[in-house]
């Protein structure tokens, strides 16, 4: 992690915003049983509680034992260490669910303890101490509020398991916005010059994650990108057109993905007599075509770009085109918690940051001359590095405020039960010409 | 299921003995929390809670649904089915672990119901109707009591894979009975003449399973069975002698097996020093070398009778000894939860019923003129009649009367993770030199 | 293995047996290439050119070594020692067709030399020697013609994975024998007694396999047999009725087994059409009715048999009928390499040796009182003997005198590639009354 | 493919270079028995007589198929399509060892005649026909090179699947050059300036694949690369290091990837005594310590890099520093089949061509305005562009001739079974300061 923001904090600044995103962990879980914090319905997702314990253990680790507090249970050093090789050892990831204790008290516990004993520290270190510490501790939150995230994501796939289907969260659901059908355009693009730029955190945004530098010049050639994200209309589409089983539009390995789990649409979809319906946080209900899809690995991503005519932005086309942008969109603290229809069908580049993670084509490596942090921090991001592919942009289920437009987030390419969707992009007609005349 | 004991039950004794078994298998779970009940650490386990629902759906489906009561939750037919195809699709029994909901409290609310519902039935039912009634209401019972007894070889298996072991009973265990070393004698075995027996319920036992069904004649050789069950003693000599690592002493699968899983001790065994600690019900404890041997597969214990110079009894010749003895034993109402050393050594077959499932060499066979009854209920034990292995007697974790002289328990040859131990026998002199003659 | 046949056989009479059974092995393997004899379609199957190396090594191994005869190629002992872990590891079983090297002519010269070398040791040996030489003799032999019929299976299964589906044996196929419409009666059952009989080989027999022993006494109750094999009718009958997808006719293993392999007709049938053709040792060809039904695994024999309202007949049910018969059938010699059409369908109880293997209900365990040999030769047969099914009778693909009444084939019970089918039995009335009322 | 070599060749020409590389792939296959080419040892690998025929279908169905000529067996257009869907369904990739038949002679003869057929079409295509054909031709015999790398690559890696280790080719094998031990330096680094660079085929090169295509801009910080290949002396430290051991070395995928598969050594290495020798295609052999590093996944390239301080090349990196080289070195018609110490150890960069493949940190993306041919030929690369390394150079198997600067060669990152070696390269002091300075 980088935290270049010179402005010195007041320690009560410091610890207020510790404990806002410390609160709002235990708001978004308090929709829950301690039954429902048990699940964990596959390797790739953990409990609830184990996410609440885990977050707490990160803080317990990195800041309070190199400050000398003793640790509160000695058995949670193994338990809720998620791959910090550094660290030790860990409890085995596909048995996170096992862990009926300690119980979902405990865990409350452990976070009410380690919470007190930070602000102690905080409030009581001295000044210089406390700025050293800032970036640990923004990191901290940082990785906080991913699991916020997570959380969502990994509660509503188990969810998903129950034959019941149960809403995370009930009530009635916002209402999407409805777009009259003579508004409907096809779909726009926005051109962009390319020419030499500048990725990556300037060094004067704040805290960064690591993977987010060094800055550095990257040479693009000029591209169009979509002014909106693809939709559950186009998917339709997609499907309608045998999309699914069509070898031409997909990567091989993208093929032998469908193929092989059978996948004919998006994860959530199901047939609901000659209609679709999807599972989302408030439960089951219609598809809304006009929002935006979501729920696809990036196999698919690829595969609806090509049917589309067009291909998937690069993460550095996109970087290009966020930063001219204010980061609003829908994020979490909207709690639609899940996609909506864009407010309005504008010539301007929309929703690139909420919503739904939009798939690049970029695979994760690190930026030439990257250089991970020392000690176990450093095992954070970098040693993911292969075989993953960045997302940008956050979703409707990130905390406002955690990403921006230099924010690098990664999954594997099958993923789909993140919240995760589809941005379109060509080559400009220059570019394109120049890419012919050379072959 | 056959329920040939004549005599006359009242309403209010059916009642009442249907209310003590229900209400057993609701005290064995109030030692465990809500999350505990909703561990699954593998397909072959089912959770806590959905033991105590399963078994209520059985009353509710074979009972009280053909008497016209309407189904509580119509959903709970799907999600409680274990695996009757006549009732319908079921849930996945890999996936009965991510049943956070219906909750604890639901499920509770789902026994009271039935059981409400039930006594109404019982109470208001016509003298014929009930007597009709009651063979359906004991095998609901038994199958309560397979259940209780499975709700514990659950959960021990389901702690053992949280690292902090955490015990199902604390507080001071039942010490075991030790024997002075002066007592300790080489094994002893009891001779029985075999020649034409039968073997099988007589009709005149109260309740029995169909799978003890028909009484039919069996021809047998002369044998000898042990008197006492292989202990932990002799387990730790097979080891010591490298038994897991020679092959001559076992079956061909059995060697694949333990080979390919690593395995070199007995399940919950595990190394303390030089020593070896086992996990039980009440924690992790000293192994005491006395007790009987458990938590041994099939092959396991047809390796260990090979080493021992013996072999397993097959299960008409352990019917044969049981039928002369009572049925006193250690089972769950002592409170031991674990093999006790035997209270002494003597010349007498002992320890037949409690204390260990006993292994037979005898695969799972339907009898001679078996036939599974009609519907549903005969999916109860026929349809698993292949690749199984017969157990006979009863364990620590049985309740009391359970089982009797006939009882045919089965597993498949691996299982390790209920209370499964070893009886051994031996062909008679005179059955050894008829055998080599006629070769 | 057991060889009380007491007539002293000469050593020219041991050296011309010998010689023919080893030619025989030849020659089936002479109507295959070099590359043919390569195949190993799954790990159960295995090259013929391995089981022409491998037969030699059980001469070499067993008999000539013991003799002081050096090994010709000391590093066979590794590469096609089957299973035996006295004489120490082994190639890997699904390994066995990556032995290009040796060549098929390497393993030509192989067998010429140990041939050579047997004729040497048998015409030298004294008399006394020769005579006690003569059962391990009779077990080579007895070992080269299960692996003959085993070159022929696995071949069929191997050419099988060929799109271009090549015949083993080209040219005119036999005609099946046709039967008159009007002569197709229902099925015919034939009634035995039962009682106390006697099991296993007699030790007048000539040779016999050590399972076949010790001869004991069993008590069967009466029952009736079929007369005649389950035909391929029978089988488009189930198929029609939907045998195939109905819980109710199975085992639980074997439905989850045709369930999870999508299985829905005998192995080797393909759709044509409406119709069904089958592969063989023939190539493809148009399914005969009236021929015996084959390649089904026990569980399919199992549900056709609940579904004509019969069950499998017992190992011990089947023997008792086949001691009465003469040993005369459809064996590998009459080039037919399929089961063919009942000659008559007479009242007496046909086809019970040769055209299929026919799966009991028994499964595969010692008789009272075994006791496999000593040594390596002692792993030959009862080292298996758990999760196998009992089969009776042999093949069409079985050399004829290969097997007896007491004969026990055995296979785990999903086996399909072997040449097998069913044979029908009842419980008599008796028997039947019996079972019911003592319920 | 594109081949804009603008120099018009004559019929004779193309004819002559068609034959040339036919024969070399028989060439190669000549020193293999029919039952060597049946070898499949891995669903990746192939047999080579599958080799065989895959290339010969590649010019039927591309080149002849168009022209007119009728297939010489329809059915080998299903067996021998590799993964051109356009094409249609084809025989499973595991299953290529199961093609007995055709046979040896049969697959000789295929080539034969397509051979014959076309040399008749292009000498008698009209000079314009021949001319728009020839880069198809060129793409064919680029295809047909790659498979005579393969062939080389997969029968070592069947080979080593016997436990007898055949070697490909006998005879006394290549001496290595050896390094007077004075000579030996600490490594040396070679430094380049970056800066705005072009990338891929300039479209004056001859044959070029797409992948390679389109030339574009890329920006490149200052960097130094090695001037020397790892060797496997750098292993040998690695290993004692306990570098396969060391979670830190390693990409997070990498230490699962090792740590699953008990990976302790380069792929081939095996223990003896206290040291390790290596198998290759002249057999077992002692290992060279002055030899480059081979069969090393991209896990352990990158884990290795790390160790000594480094890291990989980008593919930019190497094809800007591989420019300026000439296209000499260790390649196939050396006839080592091994790759060999440095002839000198300079200041230059060396070995950059032939002797092994390089890993490079990219992951192999298509090139900014790339797009695919059009039809099944399309299929050749671009749907592979997920989850795969670039790797560049060539190797010591590979054809001299078919590489170039811009050639990307591209694998999944645990592939070991080719011919993959390791070329370290670090930031500049400018560029790593910079790194710094931003963060």
Chains 1, 2, 3, 4 share one sequence.
């Not at 550094?86 to 409350?108: D, N, T």
């Not at 186009?234 to 057109?241: D, I, L, Q, T």
């Not at 696809?296 to 290009?320: K, N, P, Q, T």
């Not at 955690?402 to 941005?423: C, D, I, K, L």
Request: some cysteine; hydrophobic content about 35%; proline content about 6%.
């Amino acid at each position: 992690m980088e935290s270049s923001n010179r402005r010195i904090r007041t320690p009560e600044e410091v610890v207020a915003r510790y404990l806002t995103v410390r609160a709002a962990t235990e708001h978004l879980a308090s929709r829950l049983s301690p039954e429902d914090q048990m699940l964990q319905s596959m390797p790739l997702c953990s409990p609830v509680k184990w996410h609440r314990a885990h977050t707490t253990w990160f803080f317990e680790t990195f800041v309070l034992e190199p400050l000398g507090v003793r640790a509160v249970f000695p058995h949670y050093r193994h338990l809720f260490n998620s791959y910090y090789d550094a660290i030790g050892p860990r409890h085995a990831r596909p048995k996170r669910g096992m862990l009926s204790r300690p119980s979902f008290e405990e865990v409350g516990e452990y976070r009410h303890i380690v919470d007190r004993s930070m602000q102690d520290q905080l409030l009581t270190l001295g000044k210089q101490e406390l700025q050293e510490l800032v970036p640990l501790i923004d990191l901290g939150l940082a990785h906080e509020e991913q699991h916020q995230e997570l959380l969502l994501t990994d509660i509503l796939h188990a969810f998903h398991e129950n034959p019941t289907l149960p809403a995370y969260r009930g009530g009635p659901s916002t209402p999407s916005v409805r777009i009259p059908a003579a508004q409907k355009r096809s779909r726009a693009f926005k051109a962009f010059d390319g020419g030499l730029v500048e990725i990556g955190a300037s060094g004067h945004d704040g805290f960064v994650f690591d993977n987010e530098t060094p800055r550095h010049k990257v040479w693009l050639a000029p591209f169009q990108i979509a002014t909106a994200l693809v939709t559950n209309r186009e998917m339709k589409a997609f499907m309608a057109a045998g999309g699914y089983r069509t070898p031409s539009l997909w990567l091989a390995e993208g093929f032998d993905f469908v193929q092989g789990h059978g996948i004919e649409a998006p994860l959530y979809w199901r047939r609901d007599g000659d209609g679709w319906v999807a599972f989302g946080l408030d439960g089951l209900r219609e598809i809304a075509d006009d929002e935006p899809l979501s729920h696809v690995s990036f196999y698919e991503a690829d595969a609806i770009a090509r049917f589309l005519g067009a291909r998937l932005a690069s993460e550095h086309e996109w970087e290009v085109v966020a930063a001219t942008l204010d980061r609003s969109g829908n994020f979490r603290d909207t709690d639609a918690l899940r996609p909506l229809s864009p407010p309005q069908d504008g010539d301007e580049v929309a929703q690139m940051f909420g919503d739904v993670w939009e798939w690049t084509r970029s695979s994760y490596e690190p930026y030439p001359g990257y250089r991970p942090a020392e000690g176990a921090i450093g095992e954070y991001n970098g040693k993911f590095m292969v075989n993953q592919r960045v997302l940008r942009g956050g979703s409707c289920l990130t905390p406002r405020g955690h990403v921006r437009a230099s924010y690098r987030n990664y999954w594997h390419p099958e993923t789909r039960f993140q919240m995760t969707g589809v941005r379109l992009a060509v080559d400009a007609q220059g570019a394109r010409a120049e890419g012919e005349s050379s072959s």
